[in-house]
């Protein structure tokens, strides 16, 4: 590892647990928690942290910060907050009633994984500093407002998340688009182009060990060349108190990359996930490669989805087993998916928000895009896992969401959806065990094919999120008219190079 770039692995196992490396056993020792201001400013004195860095996540849920030294750091900043410009984060606040005050959560408080200099890292919720509300357009609040609805509700007392965020690391990125042309280029030493490269610039000659186009799923190295660094990934994730299960190559050349992380509350798994990407994306610069998260950056192979697997829990048992229903699924759990089946159209527009998100969701492949549920078909848009029959175990997966998604807004939203379900006792149909693109499956609706549709949807369908002022109007709207404007005629107004193949010689 390249120490002038990250603190050392050794250096944060010491702030981290107070233990050398060598010390740290094979499951994830308890990082020390802070509960209230006090413990955090007695936390970063104890272990010598110089600076604090407070962090915060936009409406298409991109993380912000702004830092300090650490001797600023005073009980009453928890009280009184710390101001920002509203007006230069993207779809928050026009320039007339641009001040914003930040509200750091003691809970969230550990020692940055990605910084040379010794730094607490804080996650931050905001408020209007005029009327002293929460902010209505903070997705980490509208995460919390729903967790609120849900033991509200009486249904249950809370709900338990374990995404599954893919990702590709190539080893160099080019990419650009003017007015006289555009392209990409991703350079990868796994990619199975490159096969036929004379020169190897680790080794010389071209040694040949590369996962063929969608042949990387569980290849041993000298095949999977990122093994090492997956490990050194997760060793950081542990440092920051993250709770990691597995990780292991993907299907797609290129190297596609899972990390399984150990299910949790929603709020807390949405904080979780946002440092789970700030870990990878930075581990990968610091090895000089480079990691995204984009739902289908390459053509002709695998994307990458985040899928979700939730269940709700009432005074400490799983709502979703019943041990005499289809895959152990209890009629709680048929509602909830029956909910999330009816809008999906809508939900999409906040679990797969990007217009690259309808490359990957493309009928005839592995893709989920059958709005039906299934034990083991991974063709339908929910899935129920039979790895175990543990009451304990028994979830769905919501398969249809991509890591491109704000975890804020997308799971809140999947909950107000399973929740309507329930509520609303609707039936999610039949389920579906055979493979849905047969010529002579059953007739089965598909999720919409673009951006724009599942905005169309969601400026239609949206009074499910509305209960409970979880979701309000004025997000909804902002929300979608920001996807049209930035991101759906981004791409519409602007040929591509493929239509140069197709159309120039007409």
């Known amino acids: 590892m390249s120490h002038n770039k990250l603190m050392s692995m050794e250096e944060m196992a010491k702030i981290a647990y107070g233990k050398s490396l060598d010390e740290i056993s094979a499951v994830t020792p308890d990082i020390e928690r802070c509960s209230t201001p006090k413990d955090v400013l007695e936390y970063a004195e104890k272990h010598k942290l110089s600076i604090v860095d407070v962090k915060f996540t936009d409406l298409m849920g991109r993380w912000h910060h702004f830092s300090m030294p650490t001797h600023f750091l005073e009980e009453s900043m928890f009280e009184e907050g710390l101001g920002f410009d509203g007006s230069s ?48 357009k903070d997705s980490r609040y509208v995460a919390q407002k729903a967790e ?5 509700s009486g249904i249950a007392d809370f709900s338990n998340w374990g995404p599954e965020a893919e990702f590709f690391v190539f080893d160099g990125i080019r990419f650009g688009y003017e007015t006289g042309g555009a392209f990409f280029q991703i350079e990868s030493d796994m990619a199975s182009w490159e096969s036929g490269r004379a020169h190897d610039p680790r080794f010389g000659a071209n040694l040949g060990y590369r996962p063929e186009q969608k042949r990387g799923y569980f290849r041993v190295p000298p095949v999977d060349t990122l093994q090492d660094w997956r490990s050194e990934s997760i060793m950081r994730m542990m440092m920051a108190g993250i709770d990691v299960e597995v990780h292991h190559g993907e299907v797609a050349s290129a190297g596609q990359m899972e990390i399984d992380l150990k299910y949790g509350p929603l709020v807390s798994m949405c904080d979780t996930l946002q440092t789970y990407k700030y870990i990878l ?8 490669k480079t990691l995204t998260f984009m739902p289908k950056p390459m053509f002709g192979d695998n994307g990458s989805g985040m899928h979700c697997h939730q269940s709700l829990w009432k005074d400490g048992k799983n709502l979703f087993y019943d041990a005499d229903g289809y895959a152990y699924l209890s009629d709680t759990a048929k509602y909830y998916i029956g909910g999330i089946i009816k809008h999906t159209p809508a939900l999409l527009a906040l679990c797969a928000p990007s217009t690259n998100s309808y490359k990957r969701l493309v009928p005839g492949y592995e893709a989920p895009v059958m709005m039906a549920f299934s034990r083991r078909n991974r063709s339908a848009c929910v899935r129920i896992p039979v790895y175990s029959n543990s009451p304990n175990s028994i979830r769905i997966e919501y398969r249809c969401p991509d890591p491109s998604a704000n975890p804020y807004l997308a799971f809140a939203a999947m909950l107000m959806a399973g929740l309507d379900g329930i509520e609303n006792k609707i039936d999610p149909g039949a389920p579906m065990d055979r493979d849905l693109f047969e010529d002579e499956a059953p007739e089965v609706e598909q999720v919409p094919g673009s951006l724009n549709e599942v905005l169309n949807a969601l400026e239609t369908d949206n009074d499910f999120l509305l209960k409970g002022g979880v979701f309000t109007a004025d997000l909804i709207e902002t929300y979608i008219d920001w996807k049209r404007k930035n991101e759906v005629d981004a791409l519409r107004l602007r040929p591509h190079p493929i239509e140069y193949v197709m159309y120039y010689d007409i």
């Open 89 to 136: 984060i993207r779809a928050f606040q026009d320039i007339h009633e641009s001040d914003m005050i930040l509200f750091m959560d003691p809970t969230t408080a550990i020692v940055d994984p990605a910084m040379t200099i010794p730094t607490l890292s804080i996650v931050c919720n905001i408020n209007d500093p005029i009327t002293g509300e929460p902010y209505n």
């Open 148 to 152: 609120k609805y849900l033991s509200d």
């Open 281 to 288: 994306k930075n581990t990968a610069v610091d090895h000089g």
